[in-house]
């Protein structure tokens, strides 16, 4: 990606910019409107409703902190009907920043141990995509993750949820690994990877956000990694962001996500701007966007700053997310071409 000069006011062109997005949380995107009306529906929940409560709520001491509050929210989403309205309402909040087409994580075992039907919820989560498709025109896939510090049942279970036929969803097209990495080391998901690769499902699991550049490698090595989920730590070894460069293997970049759970200490100090020098290719996601105060298109903003992006240079980051993305070549290509219709556009005289 070349460095240009920065727009002027850079926002208004990301507002329209056509997106994709490949690294963002289910639960975690739900926005307080949509967690004011689960927790009516569920009026014991620890959770506030008041938006100034909430976003004091959403303060994070650490990454485990986070961790703990963010499966607060999980125990509002109780029935196939939470999990649809979740689904639905995400979506439209994607199609209004111009998401044409995103991976959604999902956490299955967070669902189905808590008591929802697993054929309901998958049911809820079909439903919602081809409505969201329908209604708002965003593409919705799934990658269903694996939440690592729940030990290996959580992985057996995912695996059988991802891979049985009779409950596979149609949208689902990878697998991952989330949740904190410190005492939970990648290697031992191996034989998880491979029975989801062998089923056709790529392999996106989250590595080197809390922990230091080993569990990238691990990731690569170990669970075939086709993208990495953060990959911050990526940065204190050369010679893995030449790896990563050489083989072409994404970095889903979530700036704002590592400032919140203070993974990373300042904006500043983040080191996407050594992936992009280091000719690895950057995606710009938001993670989990209302928990954090973001959006995407914040993150795009942010990243425009940190990279010095002017219109083109943003138009070639969002055009990186649908080559990494795992839509077919034709959906990319119809979606590279609006970027590149838009651009155009906006810089006509
Ligand atoms: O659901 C449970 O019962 C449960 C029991 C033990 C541990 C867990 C988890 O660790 C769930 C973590 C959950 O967090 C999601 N997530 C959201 N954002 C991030 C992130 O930035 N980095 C890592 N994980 C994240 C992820 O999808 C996990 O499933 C659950
Ligand atoms: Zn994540």
């Not at 967690?35 to 009026?43: I, T």
């Not at 075939?224 to 030449?242: M, N, V, W, Y």
Request: glycine content about 6%.
């Amino acid at each position: 990606m070349t460095q240009q000069h920065a727009p002027r006011d850079p926002h208004a062109f990301i507002a329209g910019l056509p997106k994709a997005e490949l690294h963002v949380h289910h639960v975690g995107s739900a926005s307080p409107r949509i967690v004011a009306e689960l927790a009516a529906r569920h009026p014991d929940s620890k959770v506030p409703t008041d938006p100034e409560a909430l976003a004091d709520y959403f303060t994070f001491t650490d990454f485990a902190h986070f961790i703990q509050v963010y499966l607060s929210v999980v125990d509002l989403i109780r029935t196939p009907e939470d999990v649809r309205l979740l689904t639905y309402e995400v979506a439209r909040d994607m199609a209004r920043q111009q998401v044409r087409y995103a991976e959604l994580t999902v956490t299955p075992y967070s669902s189905t141990r808590r008591g929802i039907d697993e054929r309901a919820f998958m049911d809820a989560i079909e439903d919602a995509r081809k409505a969201a498709e329908a209604d708002f025109g965003t593409v919705l896939r799934w990658c269903f993750d694996i939440p690592g510090e729940a030990g290996l049942e959580s992985a057996e279970e995912t695996l059988r949820l991802a891979t049985d036929e009779r409950l596979r969803p149609e949208g689902l097209v990878s697998f991952g690994l989330g949740g904190p990495e410190i005492g939970v080391p990648r290697p031992q998901f191996k034989p998880y990877f491979d029975r989801a690769i062998a089923a056709g499902l790529h392999s996106v699991p989250h590595a080197g956000e809390t922990t230091g550049p080993q569990t990238v490698w691990d990731a690569l090595t170990e669970l075939r990694a086709e993208r990495i989920g953060h990959g911050t730590s990526s940065a204190q070894d050369p010679k893995l962001l030449a790896h990563l460069a050489e083989h072409r293997i994404p970095l889903e970049v979530c700036p704002t996500s590592n400032i919140a759970t203070r993974a990373v200490r300042t904006l500043d100090e983040h080191p996407i701007k050594e992936f992009v020098e280091a000719g690895v290719l950057v995606t710009v996601n938001s993670d989990d966007p209302p928990m954090f105060g973001t959006d995407l298109n914040t993150e795009y903003a942010v990243a425009a700053r940190l990279l010095g992006l002017d219109e083109r240079g943003i138009a070639e980051l969002a055009k990186n997310a649908v080559h990494a993305s795992f839509l077919d070549e034709a959906g990319k290509a119809r979606i590279a071409e609006e970027i590149d219709a838009y651009t155009e556009r906006w810089l006509a005289p």
